[in-house]
């Protein structure tokens, strides 16, 4: 008999992993590994912020706070979505947690029942499939076209409607494609979920990181029924690199921000408290660090863009935001996992084959990390390109 429940035996577990082990394999041998698979900003946080969390300790900032986080903090979230994404919620309906990731799941197992269906455009951020699969329900990929930016149409989203669909999942800036989602687009893909009572899980962690002069939308922003339907996530990690204090937050009609905490209250209780106040040192500090990450980033993005289009055998779409390529590789003839073990092996880059991300023809690049290790590295994956 197995030890371990069942519903793991469906959760599969990071293929990224061989990979990440056999490129730091490789450095441990002295060889000079370019990586491409960063996750996350390579700035430091904010001092201002970092001293915030200091200044909480050394005044005994150390205890519970309430499940959902400090009332200064959750305030400060309710007015900086009111500002800047339009939405209107009272700090009672916001619910800080551990982590962006952690905010998506406790939304997806607070409204999500087993055997209930959730939409999921892809190629798409690695872990929804799985937080689905956990919760007993399933996932329905929509494989989304290039064409259309790798963007979930209406129709598309129409199609995919099952008896047991409830929720769909967006996520605007996309991670891995970089596409940004109109409010033209989203008015139209709520519209589609008004008519059927679907909740959208709006991700929106890469908001900020945002370029062409193109505008972030929250899609609770769109209507009235956008707002009834749509739980919003956002954090700190991607706008003020702060991956490693694990805070994210939801925004979500009443009902759906009472089944948060009570499931919280369950499992993590509140997220680190003098972490806290770092995050509100963040909202209510200076945003200069923000803007002029994203014209580092935006330098880099112009950069590769340039660097990819001049490559044969891939094909590539401009992203308007996050900091990603999804580099296009179905005419080399290879799957994603084969072409990232052979990038690394015998050119020493790794990257993340795109089958993590539902697209299996296809390779994900970070650019967050420096133009020098950048223009290295496309040295090298363009002699790879050519030889094949």
């Not at 891995?176 to 109109?182: D, N, Q």
């Not at 369950?266 to 972490?275: E, P």
């Not at 072409?339 to 050119?347: C, F, T, V």
Request: a negative charge.
């Amino acid at each position: 008999m197995s030890l371990i429940a069942q519903k793991f035996a469906q959760i599969s577990p990071s293929i990224t992993l061989s990979i990440t082990a056999q490129a730091r394999e490789m450095r441990e041998q002295g060889l000079d590994v370019v990586s491409f698979g960063a996750g996350e900003p390579d700035f430091d946080t904010p001092q201002h912020i970092k001293d915030a969390a200091a200044n909480a300790l050394q005044e005994g900032k150390t205890k519970y706070t309430s499940v959902i986080g400090i009332p200064e903090l959750r305030k400060a979230i309710a007015n900086k979505l009111k500002t800047e994404n339009g939405l209107d919620y009272s700090p009672s309906e916001i619910s800080v947690n551990c982590g962006a990731k952690h905010s998506c799941y406790n939304a997806i197992l607070a409204c999500v029942d087993p055997d209930d269906e959730v939409i999921i455009p892809a190629p798409y951020w690695t872990s929804y499939p799985e937080m689905v699969r956990l919760v007993g329900a399933e996932p329905y990929v929509v494989e989304t076209k290039k064409e259309n930016n790798w963007k979930l149409t209406p129709e598309e989203f129409e199609k995919a409607i099952g008896g047991s669909t409830r929720m769909l999942i967006l996520n605007s800036p996309n991670n891995p494609t970089g596409s940004v989602y109109s409010k033209e687009e989203l008015e139209a893909l709520v519209e589609v979920a008004a008519s059927e009572d679907i909740l959208i899980l709006s991700d929106e962690i890469y908001e900020k990181l945002i370029y062409n002069e193109k505008k972030h939308v929250s899609t609770a922003s769109v209507s009235e029924e956008a707002r009834r339907l749509t739980i919003t996530i956002n954090g700190f990690s991607k706008a003020y690199s702060m991956t490693g204090w694990r805070l994210g937050y939801t925004a979500a009609p009443a009902e759906i921000a009472e089944a948060i905490d009570t499931l919280q209250s369950h499992t993590t209780s509140n997220a680190t408290t003098f972490a806290q106040y770092g995050a509100l040192a963040a909202l209510q500090g200076d945003q200069g660090f923000v803007q002029e990450m994203v014209e580092e980033y935006d330098m880099r993005r112009q950069y590769m863009m340039s660097r990819l289009l001049k490559i044969r055998n891939i094909d590539v779409i401009e992203p308007e935001g996050a900091f990603y390529f999804l580099v296009d590789t179905t005419k080399m003839g290879l799957s994603s996992v084969n072409l990232a073990e052979k990038l690394l092996s015998r050119y020493h880059v790794a990257a993340v084959p795109g089958r993590a991300f539902g697209h299996d023809h296809s390779i994900r690049f970070s650019y967050a990390t420096s133009l020098e290790v950048i223009k290295k590295g496309l040295d090298r994956f363009e002699e790879f390109c050519h030889a094949h």
